[in-house]
């Protein structure tokens, strides 16, 4: 079935240092790759998404990109601050199609100052 | 973006009895999702429930267990039933917004079943 991998589970950085974290999704036909950032009880927020169309995404100090040959995408953190800090998820999702979120398990990122 | 309410926030629940958790949007939406986070875990989708139609299950999530109503665009619930320990989780809703895909969440529901 549809999967996405995500990798590393946690990722501890010193403040102002970059952090990468990377998602490899199995169904050639996903177009549409969101990540989200979520802290410790709150609800997942959208930071950067991504679709098929571009190669490369940036807002500010956070980039995305994303290889369609090779089935995988990642997010880019650069000069990292603590507030950076939390469970980062990426997704896959098919749009025209199910429009259902396959999440990747999750990257628990500690920036530390 | 839009308002999404999500009630009540939290409960402790005794096993065996129901909850019944309530998603409002403050626009119309044709898309809603229902997930379940356990704890340090990712989000799995367990229902999409679109209005006027039956909500669509995922594998390993049942309608006996999991009955979702859509009465409306700006408003569904979803109902854990007869709840047991391992139904212990936060569960979110989501809509999208916009045509593009793009998916907002509820603040969630966190259960507890003793």
């Known amino acids: 079935g549809e999967n996405v991998e995500q990798h590393p589970s946690t990722l501890s950085v010193q403040e102002g240092d970059s952090a990468v974290i990377k998602c490899t999704y199995s169904?050639?036909?996903?177009?549409?790759f969101p990540w989200y950032k979520q802290e410790l009880g709150k609800r997942p927020q959208l930071i950067i998404d991504?679709?098929?169309?571009?190669g490369e995404k940036k807002d500010q100090r956070i980039a995305v990109t994303l290889n369609k040959t090779a089935k995988h995408f990642s997010l880019h953190i650069t000069e990292t601050q603590p507030e950076d800090s939390a469970v980062y998820f990426c997704?896959?999702?098919?749009?025209?199609?199910?429009?259902?979120?396959?999440f990747g398990t999750g990257t628990r990122l500690k920036v530390l100052a | 973006s839009a308002v999404i309410s999500q009630k009540p926030s939290r409960d402790i629940c005794q096993r065996g009895t129901s909850l019944t958790i309530q998603c409002q949007v403050d626009?119309?939406?044709?898309?809603m999702f229902w997930y379940r986070q356990q704890p340090g875990q990712s989000l799995t989708l367990i229902a999409t429930?679109?209005?006027?139609?039956?909500?669509?299950?995922e594998s390993g999530f049942v309608i006996d267990k999991f009955p979702i109503s859509r009465p409306n665009l700006t408003f569904s619930t979803l109902t854990v039933s007869n709840m047991s320990p391992e139904d212990s989780s936060i569960y979110l809703c989501?809509?999208?917004?916009?045509?593009?895909?793009?998916?907002?969440f509820g603040a969630g529901t966190r259960l507890s079943v003793l």
């Open positions: 169904d050639s036909a996903s177009n549409y």
């Open positions: 626009s119309q939406v044709t898309m």
């Open positions: 997704a896959a999702s098919k749009n025209p199609g199910t429009y259902k979120y396959i």
């Open positions: 429930a679109n209005q006027g139609s039956e909500a669509t299950y």
């Open positions: 991504i679709r098929s169309n571009v």
């Open positions: 989501s809509v999208e917004l916009g045509l593009k895909n793009i998916q907002y």
